[in-house]
Structures are given as C-alpha cells and as structure tokens.
C-alpha cells in the first residue's frame, strides 16, 4: 500500500460509476485519495449514440456523468457540473429541433475532443472547468460496441438464441442474456488507464449495470492482463436491485459471472447492502470463490428506492479501503 496518496481506480458506467465516485469523493480527503475512473465505451443510445454516429467521437454520455460525479463541491464547480448534466427539451418551435435530448456536457466534450484532436485531453480540460477530485479516462479509445447472445429475444420465439447488437439494446433486452463481447474484440486499452491500473492500491468493480457498464472492461484484452497482473486489492460494489439485463441472475451469479469472464479474477472484499442481499450465505460463497470476504453495510437511500446513498456508502468504503492504514 502507498503510504502517500491511497490509489483508487473505479471501473464502470453510467448512474452506477457515478454512484461510487461521488462516494469516493467525499472520502477523498478522509483517506487521502487519488481518484481514477475508467469508463466503458460502448453507450449507442441516446444522446451519445447520435454523437457516435454523427461526429465519430467515443460516446460522451458516461463520461460527462463521471465528470459530473467528481466535481468539487464549491458554488462555481457545482453549478457548471450541472450544467454538464442539463439536457435539452423541446423548445416547441417546430418538429425538427436538433438539439432535444442532448445533455451540454455531451456536446461540450464532443467540442473539446474535435477541438483538441485527443479525447485524453478533452477530459482533462472538462475535468478542470468542474475542478474534478480525480482523472476520468475511457477504458479504450477506439470505437466499440458491445453485442450478446439472448434467449428469448424473440418472444415469439422464446427458446431460441438470437444476437442483439449494441449496448442500448442489450441494456433492454426481454430475454435471457447468455454472453455479451465487444466488437472489435481486441480494443487496444487507453494507455494512461493501464497505467493507473499498475500504480492502484484498490481496483473497484461496480456498481451498475453488470453486462454493459461493468465486465465491458474485462472484455479489453490489455486491460484484462493489467487488472490480473495488478498486485492492487480488488473491492466489488454490488447493485442494489436487479436489473433487466440481469434480470435471470441472482447476486450471488453477478460475482460467478465476473469470474466466468476473466478467469483468474481475484477480489479481496464484496460490499452490499443486507437488504439487498437477503439470505447472505450463497453471497458470502461466491464471494470466497474469488477470494474475497463479504462485508455487509446499508448503503442505501433511506427512501427505500435502489439508489446506493454518497453518505452511507462512502461511511462503508472507509474502513474497507483504509484498512491498513
């Protein structure tokens, strides 16, 4: 473990990644964090899909959400985080208005990575105008898109396996998902995230949508090989809900799948919230199957909706992440 900076990369997407980095956030200065998210890449919905396919650029919507995560909480940083996060609606001037959907931090990242030729530094540049606590890195430069195998896509077919193209529709799917790749398969890794993976104390694995914002990363073979290499310890934040695309999996499945796509995977600890976990016993076995133990912690809002709360799951990250200091 460092004895200066406690190196922390978070991989994931979406409203999951961002949960677990505004929780990281605000135990930075508790623990002396350095923050690294590695993002997935393969978003074709949405405001980010018609970024993709208009402009060519990665997708920009999970990215602008980590940003967003990590802002600095004064009045400045605040109010231009969420201006990265507004979204346009109808302004109810015609039919054709090219702008409905897209969130600003989108087309401002779309602007700096066309302006700057270099997607690395659009998200260094952005990263400064919300004073981000930490890098926001894409888990791959190149282009990619995720695709799985599905049984009952069809549900006029319900047994058969059928291949669902694109992260959105995977994410929606009404069958079964039986695996999920990326294509190309061999996506070179974003270099500077390689990096951080070989210099990281804690690698951090979810929460979020498990097939398309979490194991993406352990489909790019470079970043495999680091994350195995890497003699960092590894935490696994589970979901607190099931989710349609994971619909068919138990908890105690989404640590089993992990494994079952990179094997050899090892973790040292499994966080959830009991109440999301029920009976702890087959979760705790899938957990020593990694290697890992199962702490259990209630991270949730107090609302009761699937929503992992900054306050209560940064509360719980602190003794797991310090405990050796």
Not at 24 to 33: M, T
Not at 156 to 169: F, I
Not at 180 to 203: H, S, Y
Request: glycine share 10%; with cysteine.
């Amino acid at each position: 473990m460092s004895h200066s900076h406690l190196k922390v990369v978070a991989f994931g997407g979406g409203h999951g990644l961002g949960a677990s980095l505004r929780a990281l956030r605000r135990v930075r200065p508790e623990l002396d964090l350095d923050i690294t998210a590695v993002v997935t890449v393969g978003d074709n919905g949405g405001s980010s899909g018609r970024l993709r396919a208009e402009r060519g650029i990665l997708p920009p919507g999970d990215l602008r959400q980590a940003l967003a995560a990590l802002s600095a909480e004064d009045e400045n940083s605040t109010r231009t985080a969420k201006l990265f996060q507004h979204r346009f609606v109808p302004a109810g001037i015609g039919d054709e208005d090219p702008l409905t959907g897209h969130a600003v931090g989108n087309l401002l990242l779309c602007g700096l990575m066309e302006l700057l030729g270099d997607p690395i530094a659009a998200l260094d540049h952005a990263a400064g105008m919300v004073r981000a606590q930490g890098r926001v890195l894409p888990m791959s430069t190149h282009k990619v898109q995720l695709e799985a195998d599905v049984r009952g896509a069809d549900p006029d077919r319900p047994d058969a396996v059928s291949t669902v193209h694109g992260q959105h529709a995977v994410a929606v799917t009404r069958g079964t998902v039986q695996q999920v790749r990326l294509l190309p398969k061999d996506p070179p890794a974003c270099p500077e995230a390689l990096a951080a993976v070989a210099e990281a104390d804690w690698l951090i694995f979810g929460p979020g949508s498990w097939y398309t914002s979490v194991i993406p990363h352990l489909l790019v073979p470079e970043l495999a090989a680091a994350i195995l290499n890497s003699p960092a310890r590894k935490l696994v934040l589970l979901n607190l809900a099931a989710e349609q695309e994971t619909s068919g999996l138990s908890v105690a499945d989404h640590l089993a799948a992990l494994a079952w796509y990179l094997p050899g995977l090892s973790a040292d600890v499994v966080l959830a919230d009991p109440a999301a976990v029920g009976d702890p016993e087959p979760v705790a076995g899938a957990a020593e199957s990694l290697g890992a133990r199962l702490v259990l912690a209630p991270v949730a809002v107090p609302d009761g909706s699937p929503r992992h709360d900054p306050v209560t799951l940064g509360a719980a990250l602190v003794p797991v992440l310090g405990v050796d200091r």
